[in-house]
């Protein structure tokens, strides 16, 4: 008997088939049945990669019609995120979907809503909770190395968006609703909480600006710095116009501090003694992490059983939209203070 979840990948680009398509292909949990992709060079993509034992359609209301599912994967970009979700409720269909969860707090309420409706699963994919060097850095938290921590400075610095400037719809404010705040700060914002210890935001203040990718209808840089409650801080620091690739963690504990930089995580005790963690992690540094996917796939296989495992994660993408929507206010606003 195959008592496989079958689902469909929603939306064929770069993350479905560079980070999400090799774990389910190889997690025997799951089969994906069917690809929904309006690009005729993104179905070709997705026959390339899926065979030909797998349907391709061009819409997702045809695709509910004719296909027996279980679950979506979304991984179209943000616009599209709630009318898959929505789609899919309707139909009592679980949803893995991309961050961001959507475009707005009020749009990611629906979202729930509707899953908590239909009583299915919704699992954001919050992928960077499994970097081996975040896993790292929680651990030596966790283990008192440097006390309470009270302080994360976050810093993303890229060249460019993700799939390049051009057309990219990061660029596009309707499509994306926001540029690199919601891009990689969604991603800073969950990391910065658990680094915490998972307290919540309460205030934030931020400046948005546009540097390089002047034709957009997005910023390329933001800076932000979320107040929590119990008085810890988190500095969000994001540009597209950097002159080279950098990724930056910098954690401050009553005891000493903390440092993420490429694979390395270096303890910092404030009585001496520098310690360094070299993390193992094979992964091309791209922007799929293909081999964080399959835990995602573990949580999401949880969820489809008991749809509340997901809770933490979905108060993880409530908190996310908040702050990011508070951010963009406080920047409207010449950076004042803006409560989330
Ligand atoms: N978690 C991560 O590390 C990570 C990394 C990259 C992208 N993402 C997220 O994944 C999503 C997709 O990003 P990407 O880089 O793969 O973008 P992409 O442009 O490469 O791919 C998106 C695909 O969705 C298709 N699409 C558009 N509208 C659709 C619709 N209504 N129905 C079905 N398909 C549709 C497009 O034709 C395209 O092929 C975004 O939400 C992005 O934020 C997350």
Same mark, same amino acid.
């Given at each position: 008997m195959n008592d496989r979840r079958r689902g469909a990948l929603v939306g064929f680009g770069g993350v479905a088939e560079h980070g999400h398509w090799p774990g389910w292909r190889d997690d025997s949990r799951f089969e994906v049945g069917a690809v929904v992709e309006p690009l005729p060079a993104g179905r070709e993509r997705a026959r390339a990669a899926? =065979?030909?034992?797998? @349907?391709?359609?061009?819409?997702? %209301?045809?695709?509910?019609? #004719?296909?027996?599912?279980? *679950?979506?994967?979304?991984?179209?970009?943000?616009?599209?995120?709630?009318p898959a979700i929505e789609a899919a409720a309707e139909a009592g269909l679980h949803v893995l979907v991309e961050k961001p969860l959507a475009l707005t707090p009020q749009e990611a309420e629906r979202a729930e809503t509707a899953a908590r409706e239909a009583g299915t699963a919704l699992l954001v994919v919050h992928n960077w909770h499994h970097a081996p060097v975040f896993r790292a850095a929680r651990e030596a938290l966790s283990s008192g190395a440097i006390g309470s921590v009270r302080e994360v400075t976050f810093i993303t610095e890229r060249t460019e968006p993700a799939s390049g400037g051009g057309a990219s719809w990061r660029l596009e404010r309707e499509v994306s609703g926001g540029g690199i705040l919601v891009d990689? !700060?969604?991603?800073?914002?969950? %990391?910065? $909480?658990?680094?915490?210890?998972?307290?919540?935001?309460? $205030?934030? $203040?931020? /400046?948005?600006? /546009? @540097?390089?990718?002047?034709? #957009?209808?997005?910023?390329?840089?933001?800076?932000?710095? %979320?107040?929590?409650? =119990?008085?810890a801080v988190a500095r969000l620091r994001l540009t597209w116009a950097a002159e080279a690739r950098r990724t930056l963690v910098k954690v401050r504990g009553?005891?000493?501090?903390?440092?993420?930089?490429?694979?390395?995580? @270096?303890?910092?005790?404030?009585? !001496?003694? #520098?310690?360094?963690? $070299?993390?193992?992690?094979?992964?091309?540094?791209?922007?799929?992490?293909?081999?964080? *996917?399959?835990?995602?796939?573990?949580? *999401?296989?949880?969820?489809?059983e008991d749809p509340k495992a997901a809770a933490g994660n979905l108060r993880e993408a409530r908190l996310g939209q908040a702050v990011i929507d508070a951010a963009y206010r406080s920047g409207a606003k010449g950076g004042a203070p803006v409560d989330v």
């Open positions: 899926l =065979g030909d034992a797998v @349907r391709i359609y061009d819409d997702l %209301v045809a695709c509910l019609e #004719a296909e027996a599912l279980d *679950f979506l994967d979304v991984a179209t970009p943000p616009a599209h995120h709630l990689h !700060g969604w991603h800073q914002l969950y %990391v910065a $909480r658990a680094l915490l210890g998972g307290a919540d935001p309460e $205030r934030v $203040r931020a /400046t948005i600006e /546009t @540097r390089r990718w002047h034709e #957009a209808s997005v910023e390329d840089t933001a800076h932000a710095d %979320v107040e929590y409650i =119990g008085g009553e005891k000493g501090a903390l440092r993420i930089e490429g694979q390395a995580v @270096r303890v910092i005790p404030e009585t !001496g003694g #520098a310690h360094d963690w $070299r993390v193992d992690d094979d992964a091309p540094d791209d922007s799929y992490h293909a081999t964080w *996917f399959p835990r995602i796939l573990d949580a *999401f296989a949880e969820a489809m």
